[in-house]
């Protein structure tokens, strides 16, 4: 079956630094999305990449889904406090197939 | 409501009952899924309800899950004989459309002793 794999597991990031999570996934994504949980918290959706080589920005948050259609990356700028979290992409058209997250802790 | 609202928030359960875990889903929202969260893991896939029907059960894990969305809205995730190896945070999700963003609630956290 499908399998998303994400690294690193964990990231421990500097406040003002920035650095990026990738997502790779073992057969071909109609589409992929990522989310955000903080701790104690629920998955929340933060965007869907749908088109091949796509690249999304959310203010600091940059996503993009590979030309292949089978990895995607968030990179973060900057990184403040409010980044603290674990961040999932999942694929899948209906059925998603969650990676285990990067948690993303942040040095002040 | 507003967001998805799940109940209880936290279930404790002796091993071997029964246990039934419910979910309210966005107003109007055709699709809904059950996960279930292990600590440290993301996500994983149970059920996936379109309307009444289950569409797709292939995620739960064996025949003592079973889930129910009777009138096309709020949904039961039912267990029989409870194990340790079933707490986790169940997570109900809900979406206008497929594919498409999911709406997760703020999850069951069932712990089985």
């Known amino acids: 079956g499908q399998q998303v794999m994400q690294i690193p597991q964990y990231q421990h990031v500097q406040e003002g630094e920035d650095f990026t999570t990738y997502c790779n996934s073992s057969?071909?994504?109609?589409?992929i999305q990522w989310y955000k949980q903080r701790p104690g918290g629920h998955p929340v959706f933060l965007i869907q990449?749908?088109?091949?080589?796509e690249v999304k920005k959310q203010k600091r948050l940059t996503f993009q889904f590979g030309e292949a259609k089978k990895n995607s990356s968030l990179h973060i700028t900057a990184t403040q406090t409010t980044d603290v979290g674990t961040y999932f992409c999942a694929g899948g058209d209906y059925k998603l197939s969650f990676g285990a997250g990067t948690t993303v802790t942040v040095r002040a | 409501g507003a967001g998805v609202s799940q109940t209880p928030s936290n279930k404790v359960t002796e091993k071997g009952k029964y246990v039934e875990l419910r979910c309210d889903p966005i107003s109007g929202h055709t699709a809904l899924y059950w996960y279930r969260q292990s600590l440290g893991q993301g996500p994983e896939f149970l059920i996936y309800?379109?309307?009444?029907?289950?569409?797709?059960d292939s995620g739960l894990p064996n025949d003592r899950f079973f889930a129910v969305r009777p009138e096309g809205s709020v949904s039961t995730l039912k267990i029989q004989r409870t194990e340790r190896g079933d707490s986790a945070v169940y997570l109900c999700?809900?979406?206008?459309?497929?594919?498409?963003?999911?709406?997760f609630g703020q999850g069951t956290r069932l712990t089985v002793v």
């Open positions: 057969t071909t994504l109609s589409n």
């Open positions: 999700a809900s979406s206008p459309g497929t594919p498409g963003r999911a709406f």
């Open positions: 309800f379109q309307g009444t029907g289950a569409a797709d």
């Open positions: 990449l749908v088109k091949s080589g």
